[in-house]
């Protein structure tokens, strides 16, 4: 099946440094990839759609500036959380899909913990 | 807007059948997933029914789709201590375009 891989896997920052997370589509072309935030015991919440090429579109009360999404390729799109404060330890999820499929494929998530 | 609910918790005996419920308000619903989430680690898809179904079966794990009431079910059949972990229910709303997930449902399994 389709793989997504996502790196780091956890990462450990100061408070005001800015943080990359990758998200790879390994043996599929995504043209769209979701980016999720998962608090402790809760569901996911949809942070951002980008479509590769395109700008990201938020969701509601998502912040663009503060969460950065760039989609330059069909294998890869990166999320930046930029000034970070330890409100935004969370546990970060992308997905990807190829376009007409109905099926998205989660990477194994990202745990940032901002100190 | 759309919503999806589950209850949070379930617990059964190993060999045990379980069934996890969800309800969902988008009535022009698509697809609709289930998804597992072992502790740490990603979602991964279990199973889909297309809306026009009312039941799927795939091995140990049968979805039923009541599209009247909207509700769909996942049933694990000889449940397993492996088997314990979140089960998310999903919707893919109309278009395609996004996807909601219910607060998941945590299944814990006692041998």
């Known amino acids: 099946g389709a793989v997504v891989s996502q790196h780091p896997s956890r990462v450990i920052c100061k408070s005001g440094t800015s943080v990359k997370i990758e998200c790879r589509s390994l043996d599929f072309q995504a043209t769209t990839m979701f980016w999720y935030r998962q608090f402790p015991k809760q569901s996911l919440m949809l942070m951002a759609t980008?479509?590769?090429?395109?700008?990201?579109?938020?969701e509601q009360g998502v912040e663009k500036d503060k969460f950065l999404i760039n989609h330059a390729s069909l294998t890869l799109s990166t999320l930046t959380v930029t000034s970070a404060h330890p409100e935004d330890s969370s546990f970060y999820i992308c997905?990807?899909?190829?376009?007409?499929?109905?099926?998205?494929?989660f990477g194994p998530g990202t745990r940032l913990t901002v100190l | 807007g759309e919503d999806v609910e589950q209850s949070l918790f379930l617990s059964v005996r190993e060999g045990d059948s379980s069934v996890i419920n969800c309800t969902y308000t988008?009535?022009?619903?698509?697809?609709l997933y289930w998804y597992k989430q072992e502790p740490g680690a990603g979602l991964q898809l279990l199973t889909y029914i297309f809306s026009n179904m009312d039941m799927k079966q795939d091995q140990r794990l049968t979805v039923l789709l009541n599209k009247k009431d909207k509700h769909l079910s996942l049933r694990i059949a000889d449940t397993q201590t492996g088997d314990s972990a979140i089960y998310f229910c999903a919707e893919m709303t109309t278009g395609g375009f996004k996807t909601i997930f219910g607060a998941g449902t945590r299944l814990f399994v006692k041998a």
């Open positions: 980008s479509n590769e090429g395109s700008k990201a579109t938020y």
């Open positions: 988008d009535s022009s619903s698509t697809y």
């Open positions: 997905s990807a899909k190829e376009a007409g499929d109905n099926e998205q494929f």
